[in-house]
Protein backbone atom coordinates (compact mmCIF):
# COMPACT_ATOMS: atom_id res chain seq x y z
CA UNK A 1 0.00 0.00 0.00
CA UNK A 2 1.11 3.42 -0.44
CA UNK A 3 0.11 4.96 3.51
CA UNK A 4 2.05 5.21 6.35
CA UNK A 5 2.91 2.29 8.33
CA UNK A 6 4.05 1.96 11.91
CA UNK A 7 5.56 -1.09 13.45
CA UNK A 8 5.36 -3.28 15.60
CA UNK A 9 1.38 -2.72 15.86
CA UNK A 10 1.18 -3.59 19.37
CA UNK A 11 3.96 -4.00 21.76
CA UNK A 12 4.68 -5.03 25.41
CA UNK A 13 7.04 -4.16 27.25
CA UNK A 14 7.94 -4.76 31.23
CA UNK A 15 8.97 -1.17 33.13
CA UNK A 16 12.33 -0.15 32.41
CA UNK A 17 12.70 -2.06 29.24
CA UNK A 18 13.86 0.55 26.11
CA UNK A 19 11.07 0.26 23.26
CA UNK A 20 12.20 1.00 19.53
CA UNK A 21 8.68 2.16 17.13
CA UNK A 22 9.26 2.53 13.07
CA UNK A 23 7.17 4.62 11.07
CA UNK A 24 7.57 4.51 7.12
CA UNK A 25 5.89 7.72 5.80
CA UNK A 26 4.26 7.95 2.69
CA UNK A 27 7.30 8.06 -0.43
CA UNK A 28 8.25 11.52 -1.10
CA UNK A 29 6.51 12.97 2.08
CA UNK A 30 9.09 15.98 3.42
CA UNK A 31 7.61 16.39 6.80
CA UNK A 32 6.92 13.52 9.39
CA UNK A 33 5.10 13.59 12.60
CA UNK A 34 4.76 11.56 15.89
CA UNK A 35 1.76 11.82 18.35
CA UNK A 36 0.90 10.24 21.63
CA UNK A 37 -2.60 9.08 22.27
CA UNK A 38 -4.07 8.39 25.50
CA UNK A 39 -7.08 5.95 25.76
CA UNK A 40 -10.55 8.63 25.12
CA UNK A 41 -8.07 12.11 24.45
CA UNK A 42 -7.25 13.33 21.15
CA UNK A 43 -3.60 13.21 19.97
CA UNK A 44 -0.98 15.02 21.31
CA UNK A 45 1.84 16.17 19.19
CA UNK A 46 5.41 15.16 20.42
CA UNK A 47 7.88 15.96 17.20
CA UNK A 48 8.48 17.38 14.23
CA UNK A 49 10.62 16.62 11.34
CA UNK A 50 11.10 18.52 8.01
CA UNK A 51 13.26 15.68 6.05
CA UNK A 52 15.95 14.52 8.07
CA UNK A 53 15.85 17.49 10.72
CA UNK A 54 13.77 17.63 13.89
CA UNK A 55 12.27 21.18 13.59
CA UNK A 56 10.19 20.65 16.95
CA UNK A 57 10.96 18.73 20.01
CA UNK A 58 8.55 20.77 22.16
CA UNK A 59 5.90 17.86 22.76
CA UNK A 60 8.62 15.08 24.15
CA UNK A 61 7.23 14.66 27.51
CA UNK A 62 10.75 13.83 28.62
CA UNK A 63 14.55 12.81 28.12
CA UNK A 64 13.36 9.28 27.89
CA UNK A 65 12.10 10.21 24.35
CA UNK A 66 14.28 10.55 21.72
CA UNK A 67 12.71 10.53 17.61
CA UNK A 68 15.25 10.37 14.74
CA UNK A 69 15.08 10.12 11.09
CA UNK A 70 18.17 10.24 9.95
CA UNK A 71 18.52 9.63 6.23
CA UNK A 72 14.57 11.62 5.99
CA UNK A 73 12.37 8.72 5.74
CA UNK A 74 12.06 6.34 7.81
CA UNK A 75 11.57 7.10 11.36
CA UNK A 76 12.03 5.96 14.41
CA UNK A 77 10.68 6.79 18.01
CA UNK A 78 13.37 5.34 21.13
CA UNK A 79 12.05 5.62 24.39
CA UNK A 80 14.26 4.42 27.19
CA UNK A 81 13.28 3.14 30.40
CA UNK A 82 9.77 3.22 29.96
CA UNK A 83 6.99 3.70 32.65
CA UNK A 84 3.37 2.96 33.02
CA UNK A 85 2.42 6.22 32.04
CA UNK A 86 3.67 5.85 28.80
CA UNK A 87 1.30 3.11 27.88
CA UNK A 88 -0.78 5.00 24.86
CA UNK A 89 -0.96 4.84 21.49
CA UNK A 90 1.82 6.54 19.61
CA UNK A 91 0.56 7.91 16.04
CA UNK A 92 3.04 8.73 12.91
CA UNK A 93 1.60 11.30 9.96
CA UNK A 94 3.42 12.07 7.25
CA UNK A 95 2.76 15.15 4.64
CA UNK A 96 4.04 15.95 1.43
CA UNK A 97 5.11 19.68 2.02
CA UNK A 98 7.43 20.78 4.00
CA UNK A 99 4.99 22.95 6.02
CA UNK A 100 3.26 21.79 9.37
CA UNK A 101 0.01 23.28 8.58
CA UNK A 102 -0.29 20.71 5.36
CA UNK A 103 -2.60 17.99 5.92
CA UNK A 104 -1.15 14.69 7.35
CA UNK A 105 -2.01 11.31 6.62
CA UNK A 106 -1.75 8.89 9.84
CA UNK A 107 -0.59 5.67 10.11
CA UNK A 108 -2.76 2.81 11.82
CA UNK A 109 -0.30 3.27 15.26
CA UNK A 110 1.58 1.32 17.75
CA UNK A 111 -0.04 0.70 20.85
CA UNK A 112 2.40 0.72 23.75
CA UNK A 113 1.60 -1.44 26.94
CA UNK A 114 3.77 -1.26 29.69
CA UNK A 115 3.52 -3.83 32.72
CA UNK B 1 -3.54 29.98 24.23
CA UNK B 2 -4.51 27.55 21.40
CA UNK B 3 -7.40 25.14 22.37
CA UNK B 4 -9.87 22.76 20.48
CA UNK B 5 -13.02 21.93 22.65
CA UNK B 6 -15.25 19.13 21.76
CA UNK B 7 -18.08 19.82 24.12
CA UNK B 8 -19.84 16.41 22.86
CA UNK B 9 -18.05 13.46 24.41
CA UNK B 10 -21.10 10.98 22.77
CA UNK B 11 -23.32 11.45 20.60
CA UNK B 12 -26.38 8.15 19.85
CA UNK B 13 -28.17 8.81 16.88
CA UNK B 14 -30.51 6.13 14.46
CA UNK B 15 -29.58 5.79 11.06
CA UNK B 16 -30.65 8.41 8.68
CA UNK B 17 -31.30 11.22 11.20
CA UNK B 18 -28.61 14.34 10.56
CA UNK B 19 -26.16 15.14 13.51
CA UNK B 20 -23.93 18.20 14.16
CA UNK B 21 -20.55 17.55 15.98
CA UNK B 22 -19.61 21.07 17.76
CA UNK B 23 -15.77 22.09 17.48
CA UNK B 24 -14.80 25.54 19.48
CA UNK B 25 -11.36 26.81 19.10
CA UNK B 26 -9.21 29.86 20.61
CA UNK B 27 -6.12 31.03 19.16
CA UNK B 28 -4.29 34.48 18.68
CA UNK B 29 -2.43 33.36 15.03
CA UNK B 30 -4.58 35.12 12.45
CA UNK B 31 -3.35 32.40 9.99
CA UNK B 32 -4.25 28.72 10.94
CA UNK B 33 -5.60 25.85 9.60
CA UNK B 34 -8.68 23.86 10.67
CA UNK B 35 -9.19 19.91 10.18
CA UNK B 36 -11.78 17.50 11.15
CA UNK B 37 -10.25 13.47 11.21
CA UNK B 38 -12.44 10.34 11.67
CA UNK B 39 -11.16 7.68 13.57
CA UNK B 40 -13.13 4.26 12.79
CA UNK B 41 -12.24 1.55 15.89
CA UNK B 42 -9.32 -0.03 13.37
CA UNK B 43 -7.79 3.28 14.92
CA UNK B 44 -6.23 4.82 11.86
CA UNK B 45 -7.05 8.04 11.64
CA UNK B 46 -8.98 9.46 8.22
CA UNK B 47 -8.55 13.00 7.06
CA UNK B 48 -12.17 14.58 6.15
CA UNK B 49 -11.38 18.14 5.70
CA UNK B 50 -8.89 21.20 5.56
CA UNK B 51 -9.98 25.17 6.10
CA UNK B 52 -7.94 27.82 6.06
CA UNK B 53 -8.41 30.58 8.24
CA UNK B 54 -9.19 33.18 5.42
CA UNK B 55 -12.26 30.96 4.03
CA UNK B 56 -14.76 30.99 5.63
CA UNK B 57 -17.27 29.48 2.69
CA UNK B 58 -19.48 26.28 3.77
CA UNK B 59 -18.54 23.37 2.29
CA UNK B 60 -20.89 20.19 0.99
CA UNK B 61 -19.01 16.97 0.61
CA UNK B 62 -22.04 14.02 -0.18
CA UNK B 63 -23.74 13.58 3.08
CA UNK B 64 -21.14 15.83 4.98
CA UNK B 65 -20.83 19.20 5.17
CA UNK B 66 -18.60 21.93 7.71
CA UNK B 67 -19.91 25.63 8.78
CA UNK B 68 -17.12 27.65 9.43
CA UNK B 69 -17.80 31.14 11.23
CA UNK B 70 -15.04 32.99 12.47
CA UNK B 71 -16.95 35.43 14.46
CA UNK B 72 -17.76 32.65 17.04
CA UNK B 73 -14.46 30.92 16.53
CA UNK B 74 -16.54 27.27 15.45
CA UNK B 75 -16.16 25.07 12.90
CA UNK B 76 -19.22 22.15 12.81
CA UNK B 77 -19.46 19.17 11.22
CA UNK B 78 -23.31 17.78 10.12
CA UNK B 79 -23.49 14.22 8.83
CA UNK B 80 -26.99 14.19 6.70
CA UNK B 81 -28.64 11.18 6.97
CA UNK B 82 -26.31 9.34 9.37
CA UNK B 83 -25.32 5.48 8.47
CA UNK B 84 -23.86 3.28 10.72
CA UNK B 85 -20.73 3.24 8.88
CA UNK B 86 -20.17 6.96 10.39
CA UNK B 87 -19.97 5.48 13.81
CA UNK B 88 -16.48 6.57 15.03
CA UNK B 89 -14.38 9.27 16.85
CA UNK B 90 -14.57 12.15 15.48
CA UNK B 91 -11.59 14.77 15.89
CA UNK B 92 -11.35 18.53 15.31
CA UNK B 93 -7.58 19.94 14.72
CA UNK B 94 -6.28 23.27 14.71
CA UNK B 95 -2.82 23.22 13.03
CA UNK B 96 0.07 25.41 12.88
CA UNK B 97 -0.34 24.39 16.77
CA UNK B 98 -0.75 20.57 15.91
CA UNK B 99 -3.99 20.59 18.77
CA UNK B 100 -6.22 18.14 18.26
CA UNK B 101 -9.69 18.35 20.18
CA UNK B 102 -10.47 15.20 22.50
CA UNK B 103 -12.95 13.37 20.04
CA UNK B 104 -16.48 13.26 19.37
CA UNK B 105 -17.84 9.50 19.70
CA UNK B 106 -20.85 9.10 17.31
CA UNK B 107 -22.50 5.86 17.65
CA UNK B 108 -25.07 5.28 14.78
CA UNK B 109 -27.48 2.65 15.27
CA UNK B 110 -29.66 0.82 13.00
Known amino acids: GAGVSQSPRYKVAKRGQDVALRCDPISGHVSLFWYQQALGQGPEFLTY????????KSGLPSDRFFAERPEGSVSTLKIQRTQQEDSAVYLC?????????????FGPGTRLTVL | AQKVTQAQTEISVVEKEDVTLDCVYETRDTTYYLFWYKQPPSGELVFLIRRNSFDEQNEISGRYSWNFQKSTSSFNFTITASQVVDSAVYFC???????FGKGTMLLVSP
Open chain 2, 93 to 99: ALFRTLT
Open chain 1, 49 to 56: FQNEAQLD
Open chain 1, 93 to 105: ASSGQAINTDTQY
